[in-house]
């Protein structure tokens, strides 16, 4: 089983529309999808067009004291998801001092997952900076979503030093070739990071906002796109790294 | 009962009939054939209802509308359904190859472990010369092999052993063409070279009639004609024996230790469109900006070159006069430029990115290496391929020489400078004085005197530049008449076989690339052979019919069946012919004028990148070869006149005859094929490709399109109908190059279903070095281009020759004056006719029970 996190450089940088795009396109090529939300916000929920009436979640289920398989719910085209649940103030004051101290119930929930029929869970995770003090189960790969601005790069320059270098790869996501800012700073991050850098990009497509608005993946919606390609070609990178790790 | 009887027969009728209207005739066929299956006929016959026999096992017949000579079509199909046709079957294994491979399968191992050993590896033959070579290690091996083959080749054998002995070797040389690997091609080599040894042995010791003069003045003729033949035969096998292959070597990590590179662009007349992607590609070449210098060369004074270097920041170099043409034009450039190595690059040569990186390697490891050429590639069909349309299917004029006869030099340290792509190291270049200047192939001079001085050359196969192939057949015949006459020259004026400083391989290496202009005279004394006995009755080759079939035969045969291994990928067979006798009579004069007064005639340069508006038949080229065809022609019907009149014991000798001059004829209805010239109506070369790109549409939506063509001005791209619906006037086309992403804005200039045309907006020199860089430019452009190329198989080439060859005659009947297209009409409603009497396959269907 393939795990993977996905974390964004800072917010805004399409972390969620990745995760939900990714997933789509790997549950197409044949693989049994989990994605699980570690967000606070609990807006996975949406990309997978679960009712937002819907409360549901891992931590809402360990607060309770329910099972989390019980909050486990399957999109129409298979893929199944894990939302973060819906906490109230009160709620969510009790269950931060678990999640820093190393008691996370996703620990559990990652460990009870091998016995199940998957090949791929994917964890759209808090920003860069917030990830390491959030206690998540280890993964295969971390996936740090970049978009090519100023921020980014600046946090990467920061920050990448400090990853362990087999385990991570750098993401540019929202892409515009066409401006001269984005591409410049698209490939000083191609430059700097040569090695960690992930094969290809994710362009800016106003076809990813669409298709989210309309809870739906941009490769059920718009299959032409070249967001869906990007997706499909990013999947198959996923799936290659994955086989040159178990060999 | 009987109401059933009449609606089956009526059901049947019209399943017959369907929409079409059926003639009076067909009514009555149609009616007693339906009449008659259904009172006499079992129900189903050989797996199908029995009414409808006529139309499964005669599809080519039709029962409404029976024409005059179906009758006789029934009888040819029913001979060929009960004797010819073959039931199909599952595939046979065959049994003896599959064994043979079986058996060859770990001798092959063997031999690929041989190919590690180090005198295969490049720069082993170029250490060597420093050392003196320890030859004759087994004297006595060689002399005992020596004996056996001065035997093989001089005992003269009566018709029935010589008949044995072509025969058995063969069957030798057919299991060796089966074996993979390049050590039982060697043995085919011995074994074609024996049996031509013998061939030309028993041409010049027993097949000259002294008694007749003009026979024996012919015949000489002839036989020097045939043994310039053999020799370029010899030395070609010489030549291609082991194709070096070498590959690119890599640089050092550090770029600083990278050497400066110039990089030179001469022009004379070309058009500035022309040159322009050139300079955008050179400046977009993958080295450090601060060690490459680009110099457009100008020999034509015109402003508009030097505002257009000026903009785009590159040097520019004119002078006065334009003495020695482009080899002058190199030298004065070579005055004011200082950088450690020279790359040129032909005005409409487009070199991908990564040129210099792959070619630089060879040099830094090797302080003698003085020159490294790679291919020629074009990217537009030349005269040859266009007027024949096989571009891209069958390999081209140049692809022998850039994929064959470069790599086999390359083993001897003989590789030729080509006069563009390629790199030259400046210290060499200023110690012979500059480029050559004394004949008009300034290029293979040039790297003669380098390979002179003891230097080393190198060749890279893998095409890493692109150019424009010459346009029109006549401007390409003028290119190669200048190559002809310049490799005449340099026989005469620096004689490779002659002279200091070259290598035995290396003298026989430029000594074949000169005798192989010296075609013209050769070919045409091929061309004009059966006519001395047909028109003038002297028997050039004095010999019985049968002994010259018995040595004539496998000396073709056996050289055939070697060149078809040896060359297969690169020239298939019997095209070299065609390509031949088109330049044979051209090249003829100038080479032979060349060799007695070579100070004579002028550099002419090559046209490149025009238009041809009308498809016209080129009169003016063509008339030698329309002359030869008349003549091969009449002495056709002067044979066939022998055969019915002539004395019995001359039949055979008439029969060898007819079939040289139909083989003649074949050859030269593909050289006339070319005279006819294609339509050219595009200025902008459009070069097929395909990969992907994405289309950014105004509203922010992003396309996922396949690039399936591009020129300067535009591209073309492939999508689905849904994604070409929503592609409005404006879009940008994203580009990747080597992980890098420009954007190109583009208006749509027309939309079919699935395919969009776009132009260029921006074609500021700072956006036109992105795109040529994302297009010409890619690095793995032209290395896939080869794939598409059918392996050389004789036979399908012979067909092949044949079919352009009767397209070739068609060509100029339609194109000649009054009764000539009537007759080809005439002749195509013959043809048609005799082709519908053909029998046709059938398919029978299973019906359902």
């Keep these: ?247 | 009962m009987k109401e059933d009887f009449s609606s089956i027969l009526r059901a049947r009728y019209r399943y017959y009939a369907g929409v079409k209207v059926v003639s009076l005739p067909g009514k009555c066929v149609l009616v007693s054939w339906l009449l008659f299956s259904a009172l006499f006929l079992r129900n189903r016959i050989a797996g199908c209802e029995s009414w409808r026999l006529p139309e499964v096992f005669f599809p080519h017949i039709s029962l409404i509308r029976p024409q005059l000579l179906d009758p006789l079509r029934i009888v040819v199909q029913i001979f060929w359904l009960f004797f010819m046709r073959t039931p199909p079957q599952k595939s046979r294994t065959r049994g003896f190859p599959r064994r043979l491979r079986y058996v060859v399968g770990g001798a092959k191992g063997r031999l690929q472990g041989l190919a590690n050993k180090a005198w295969l590896q490049p720069s082993f033959w170029q250490t060597r010369d420093a050392n003196v070579a320890r030859r004759h290690r087994q004297p006595l091996t060689i002399a005992l092999a020596a004996v056996l083959a001065v035997l093989c080749i001089t005992v003269p054998l009566d018709p029935l052993a010589q008949f044995v002995f072509a025969t058995a070797l063969f069957g030798i040389l057919l299991v060796f063409n089966r074996l993979p690997g390049r050590f039982p091609q060697m043995l085919m080599i011995v074994l074609s070279l024996l049996i031509s040894c013998r061939y030309i042995w028993w041409r010049c010791s027993s097949t000259l009639n002294f008694d007749d003069p003009l026979g024996l003045a012919l015949g000489i003729v002839l036989l020097l004609a045939e043994l310039y033949a053999w020799l370029v035969l010899l030395l070609g096998y010489f030549q291609n024996i082991w194709p070096l292959n070498r590959p690119a070597k890599s640089l050092p990590k550090d770029t600083a230790d990278w050497p400066s590179v110039d990089i030179f662009v001469p022009s004379y007349n070309e058009d500035l469109e022309v040159v322009r992607a050139t300079i955008y590609a050179c400046q977009g070449l993958d080295w450090p900006k601060d060690k490459l210098e680009i110099y457009l060369l100008d020999d034509g004074r015109r402003d508009d070159f030097r505002d257009f270097a000026r903009d785009v920041g590159v040097h520019y170099i004119t002078r006065d006069d334009n003495r020695h043409a482009k080899a002058g034009n190199i030298n004065n450039a070579l005055k004011q430029s200082r950088g450690e190595y020279v790359a040129i690059f032909d005005c409409d040569h487009i070199p991908t990115r990564a040129f210099l990186q792959l070619s630089m390697g060879w040099f830094l490891g090797d302080p003698k290496l003085a020159l490294v050429q790679t291919p020629h590639h074009f990217f537009s069909p030349d005269p040859f391929e266009r007027n024949l349309s096989n571009f891209r299917k069958v390999p081209n004029e140049g692809g022998l020489f850039y994929g064959l006869i470069q790599n086999g030099n390359d083993l001897w340290n003989g590789t030729f400078f080509c006069g563009s792509c390629a790199i030259i190291r400046r210290g060499p270049l200023e110690e012979i004085g500059g480029v050559a200047v004394e004949t008009v192939t300034e290029d293979a001079h040039t790297s003669l005197r380098l390979h002179r001085l003891g230097y080393n050359s190198a060749y890279i196969r893998a095409p890493l530049a692109a150019g424009l192939a010459t346009e029109t057949l006549s401007a390409h015949i003028g290119q190669r008449i200048r190559w002809a006459r310049g490799m005449a020259q340099i026989l005469r004026l620096d004689n490779p076989l002659r002279g200091p400083g070259l290598k035995l391989r290396q003298r026989l290496c430029y000594f074949n690339a000169m005798l192989h202009f010296l075609s013209g005279i050769p070919r045409l004394v091929f061309l004009l052979a059966p006519l001395a006995f047909l028109l003038l009755h002297t028997y050039i080759i004095y010999a019985p019919a049968i002994m010259i079939f018995l040595y004539v035969l496998p000396h073709m045969l056996y050289s055939s069946v070697v060149n078809a291994k040896i060359q297969g990928r690169y020239r298939h067979s019997f095209w070299g012919e065609v390509y031949e006798t088109v330049l044979s009579w051209y090249i003829a004069r100038p080479t032979t004028v060349a060799l007695f007064a070579p100070h004579k005639g002028t550099f002419n340069v090559t046209a490149k990148g025009g238009l041809i508006h009308e498809k016209y038949f080129d009169w003016v080229m063509s008339r030698p070869y329309i002359l030869l065809v008349l003549l091969n022609a009449f002495g056709f019907l002067v044979g066939l006149w022998r055969l019915y009149a002539g004395p019995s014991n001359e039949i055979s000798a008439v029969l060898l005859n007819l079939f040289w001059v139909v083989y003649n004829l074949l050859i030269l209805g593909g050289a006339v094929a070319v005279a006819a010239e294609a339509k050219q109506l595009r200025s902008d070369h459009r070069v097929q490709v395909r990969f992907p790109v994405a289309l950014e549409l105004p509203s922010g939506h992003l396309l996922h399109a396949q690039l399936v063509d591009f020129s300067l001005s535009g591209a073309r791209v492939e999508l689905s109908p849904d994604a070409a619906e929503q592609v409005g006037q404006q879009v940008n086309v994203i580009m990747d190059r080597a992980g890098r992403e420009y954007s190109f804005a583009m208006t749509t200039v027309f939309k079919g279903r699935e395919v969009v045309g776009l132009r260029l907006c921006d074609q500021s020199p700072s956006s036109m070095v992105n795109y040529v860089q994302c297009t010409f430019a890619r690095a793995d452009n032209w290395v896939s281009w080869k794939q598409n190329m059918s392996v050389d198989k004789p036979l399908t080439s012979m067909a092949a020759v044949m079919s352009i060859s009767i397209q070739g005659y068609r060509r100029l009947l339609r194109a000649g004056p009054r009764p000539l297209p009537q007759l080809l009409t005439t002749i195509n409603a013959l043809v048609g006719m005799a082709k519908s009497l053909r029998p046709q396959p059938i398919l029978i269907r299973v019906e359902e029970a």
């Design chain 1, 1 to 247: 089983m393939l795990t993977i996190t996905v974390s964004g450089m800072h917010g805004g940088v399409g972390t969620t529309a990745v995760v939900a795009n990714l997933s789509a396109a790997l549950q197409q090529q044949g693989l049994r999808c989990l994605c699980i939300d570690a967000n606070v916000d609990n807006m996975l929920r949406l990309a997978l067009a679960v009712n937002p009436e819907e409360k549901v979640g891992w931590a809402k289920a360990s607060l309770e004291g329910a099972s989390w398989k019980d909050a486990t719910l399957q999109h129409d085209d298979g893929r199944w998801v894990l939302p973060f649940g819906e906490l109230d103030a009160d709620e969510l004051s009790r269950f931060f001092p678990t999640l820093v101290a190393g008691q996370s119930p996703l620990h559990a929930v990652v460990a009870d997952l091998a016995s199940l029929p998957l090949d791929c869970v994917l964890i759209d995770g808090p920003t860069s900076r917030s990830l390491p003090h959030y206690s998540l189960p280890g993964v295969d790969l971390t996936l740090y979503v970049a978009a090519p601005d100023a921020a980014s790069y600046a946090l990467l320059k920061q920050d990448a030093g400090h990853w362990p270098a087999s385990n991570y790869r750098i993401l540019i996501n929202r892409l515009q070739p066409a401006q001269a800012l984005a591409s410049a700073i698209a490939n000083l991050i191609a430059d700097d990071f040569e090695e960690q850098m992930v094969p290809g990009v994710v362009h800016e497509d106003l076809i990813i906002a669409e298709a989210q608005a309309e809870l739906a993946s941009v490769i059920a919606r718009a299959p032409d796109s070249q967001a869906a390609q990007d997706f499909q070609s990013l999947a198959l990178w996923c799936q290659s790294e994955f086989q040159s790790r178990v060999e």
